[in-house]
């Protein structure tokens, strides 16, 4: 085999590893929009990117036909390449998107590496694991025990631990419907923020959502498109939802 054949086919195995975890992540973890929200977009394409380079390219600077120590020095180069693509894929696991969270008057996204894992054994059985075929959406109601509401308040101020963090805390988004209702705008409001042209094309796209509520994320925020009527999510969109 020649040198180039065997970074081609080390380049090969290299793709079609990084197209699995492309999907995976843009997918399953981080749907649109949510990848542009919390900024992994960069930094996991240019980890892919090293990736899939420098292991085929490294296989061509070091494969020699017949060379005494081929065999260790592929092993070492293969042994590398997965231990900086896992750790990579592990950093970004760590921040993946698990709980889209109603609270009070606006949804947050919460990362994997925000929930206060501390009182998991208060939670509802179904939010004591985070997900990992992508985010829930879940509502956050504060407790009415006032010792409960002091120690959030305090860990908001000084750890920026917040009520969303907390599993304990969370229900089903449906008791928050009337909440939703309350507090959710009209969606024309959008074109006071973006281009117009945009929330145009949102409507026809999604003729079922008449209004909106913010989403607040580690990047930038997002929108959150409702019906009215129904307090139903209907979609998450990349739209400013203030200035």
Same mark, same amino acid.
């Given at each position: ?56 390219l490294m296989t061509l600077v070091v494969y020699k036909p017949h060379k005494k120590t081929l065999k260790f020095d592929l092993a070492t180069i293969i042994i590398l390449q997965i231990a900086a693509f896992g750790y990579g894929i592990w950093i970004v696991a760590e921040g ?28 509802t059985e179904a939010y004591r694991s985070l997900p990992w075929r992508g985010p829930r959406w879940v509502a956050a109601i504060r407790p009415e025990d006032a010792g ?23 229900? /089903?988004? *449906? !008791?928050?419907?009337? @909440? ?6 009209? +969606?024309?409001? $959008? #074109? ?28 930038? /925020?997002? *929108? !959150?498109?409702?019906? @009215? ?6 979609? +998450?969109?990349? $739209? #400013?939802?203030?200035?």
């Open positions: 085999m020649t040198r180039v054949r065997a970074a081609l086919i080390h380049s090969g195995f290299s793709a079609a590893i990084a197209i699995v975890a492309v999907f995976i992540v843009f997918q399953v973890w981080y749907p649109a929009p949510l990848h542009r929200a919390v900024g992994v977009t960069e930094i996991f394409l240019m980890l892919v990117g090293i990736d899939v380079v420098l292991g085929p993946r998107p698990v709980w889209l969270v109603y609270n009070a008057d606006r949804f947050d996204l919460v990362q994997a590496y925000q929930v206060d894992t501390r009182n998991l054994d208060e939670a409960k509401r002091n120690k959030l308040l305090m860990e908001s101020l000084v750890a920026g631990v917040d009520l969303p963090h907390h599993p304990e805390y969370f229900h /089903p988004i *449906s !008791v928050a419907a009337e @909440s939703i209702k309350t507090h959710a705008k009209s +969606i024309d409001t $959008l #074109a006071l923020y973006n281009e117009e042209a945009a929330v145009e094309h949102v409507k026809r796209k999604w003729p079922g959502a008449d209004a909106y509520l913010p989403m607040m994320a580690k990047v930038r /925020p997002l *929108s !959150v498109l409702v019906n @009215s009527s129904t307090s139903k999510v209907v979609v +998450i969109v990349d $739209l #400013a939802p203030w200035d």
